[in-house]
Nanobody, 125 residues
């Protein structure tokens, strides 16, 4: 069973930075982390889960939501089975629980088959 564990969330002032990590484990024999596209999503209280960024299995192709483009950077280290989300110039509206997910590069929640438990990011004004 694939497990995804996020870390790196916290409280930061507007304009600050955070780096989220997502460590993956439990891949079945013959399947490795390096074969999966990965994505980051977020969910604010009372709102639907929304796409943030995704990265293909090699790390050479990335895709971002318009709301974070130019401020967030997704990357991966296949040797460490980890995907990262560097978040700069944070805004209060970035406050949400952030989730990593595996399986696709699409922005739709339903395209992803494994999810982490989430990490809280709070940006104060």
């Amino acid at each position: 069973q694939v497990q995804l564990v996020e870390s790196g969330g916290g409280l930061v002032q507007a304009g600050g930075s955070l780096r989220l990590s997502c460590a993956a484990s439990g891949f079945a024999s013959g399947r490795t982390f390096s074969r999966y596209a990965m994505g980051w999503f977020r969910q604010a209280p009372g709102k639907e889960r929304e796409f943030v960024a995704s990265i293909n299995y090699t790390g050479r192709s990335t895709y971002y939501a318009d709301s974070v483009k130019g401020r967030f950077t997704i990357s991966r280290d296949n040797a460490k089975n980890t995907v990262y989300l560097q978040m700069n110039s944070l805004k209060p509206e970035d406050t949400a629980v952030y989730y990593c997910a595996s399986g696709a590069m699409y922005p739709e929640v339903a395209k992803y088959n494994y999810w982490g438990q989430g990490t809280q990011v709070t940006v104060s004004s």
